[in-house]
T-cell receptor, first 111, second 115 residues
Framework: DAKTTQPPSMDCAEGRAANLPCNHS???????VYWYRQIHSQGPQYIIH???NNETNEMASLIITEDRKSSTLILPHATLRDTAVYYC????????????FGTGTSLTVIP | DTGVSQDPRHKITKRGQNVTFRCDPI?????LYWYRQTLGQGPEFLTY????????KSRLLSDRFSAERPKGSFSTLEIQRTEQGDSAMYLC?????????????FGEGSWLTVV
């Protein structure tokens, strides 16, 4: 699986959009981009995933660049409960292979 | 609640004792995963099952660790002769291999402290 690079930490004001970047320059054509988050002492929570088109769900939006070498997770209106570590992962979707987590981005939403 | 269930949530044991964790996956999920997470690190893969077959094991899974999924439903992770370095959160996850996606859903984890 391709490796990902994320900034170790970010701050965001409450009510503003949080934009979390991820670089995955070695991504293969059949690898999806997944985002999870982990609130302190809890298990990782699935947020969203995509292959090449932008995706949106009730939690977030995922913007993938045309060359697929990077992506951005957008939380449109960050709340204090969005304070968590966010992991960007790339993997082939149809296999049983595990996710490789990095150290993620620690997002702090500031009141 | 129909999510991944793990038991116990917290376990304190003395060094050298054996411990066992149980995981109940989401109903009808045929894949089940075990991960380990230490403070400040992301989860690390240990092993995964498709139905009752254990298909992959990480080198992190030493001989003291054994995982089973006897009927393709719940799974157990046993650690024998625990060491202080085994202190971590043990995460279980499950997914369904059919359909259009293979999103993995995690449980809340089982915290192990070896004293």
């Amino acid at each position: 699986d391709a490796k990902t690079t994320q900034p170790p930490s970010m701050d965001c004001a409450e009510g503003r959009a949080a934009n979390l970047p991820c670089n995955h320059s070695t991504i293969s054509g059949n690898e999806y981009v997944y985002w999870y988050r982990q609130i302190h002492s809890q298990g990782p929570q699935y947020i969203i995933h995509g292959l090449k088109n932008n995706e949106t769900n009730e939690m977030a939006s995922l913007i993938i660049t045309e060359d697929r070498k990077s992506s951005t997770l957008i939380l449109p209106h960050a709340t204090l409960r969005d304070t968590a570590v966010y992991y960007c992962i790339v993997r082939v979707d149809y296999t049983g292979n595990q996710f490789y987590f990095g150290t993620g981005t620690s997002l702090t939403v500031i009141p | 609640d129909t999510g991944v269930s793990q038991d116990p949530r917290h376990k304190i044991t003395k060094r050298g004792q054996n411990v066992t964790f149980r995981c109940d996956p989401i109903s009808e999920h045929n894949r089940l995963y075990w991960y380990r997470q230490t403070l400040g690190q992301g989860p690390e893969f240990l092993t995964y099952f498709q139905n009752e077959a254990q298909l992959e094991k990480s080198r992190l899974l030493s001989d003291r660790f054994s995982a089973e999924r006897p009927k393709g439903s719940f799974s157990t992770l046993e650690i024998q002769r625990t060491e202080q370095g085994d202190s971590a959160m043990y995460l279980c996850a499950s997914s369904f291999s059919g359909g259009s996606g293979n999103t993995i859903y995690f449980g809340e984890g089982s915290w192990l402290t070896v004293v």
